[in-house]
């Protein structure tokens, strides 16, 4: 689920930076919202592995 979030999110992404520009408020902000994300799935992973 977190993965299929995370590729839902670089769509979006990709979108706003083609419409708004890469510095525009909308990109940034998701941009940030994916940042978040990724660094879910990083804690995921690293606490996988940690429990191994």
């Known amino acids: 689920m977190l993965l299929q ?4 999110k670089r769509e979006v ?5 083609k419409t708004y520009g890469l510095t ?3 990109t940034v ?3 940030q919202e994916l940042d978040q ?8 992973v690293s606490e ?4 191994s």
């Open 5 to 8: 979030l995370i590729e839902d």
């Open 13 to 17: 992404l990709l979108c706003l930076g």
């Open 24 to 26: 525009a408020k909308e």
């Open 29 to 31: 902000i998701c941009s």
């Open 37 to 44: 994300l990724l660094n879910r799935l990083d804690g995921f």
């Open 48 to 51: 996988q592995s940690d429990n």
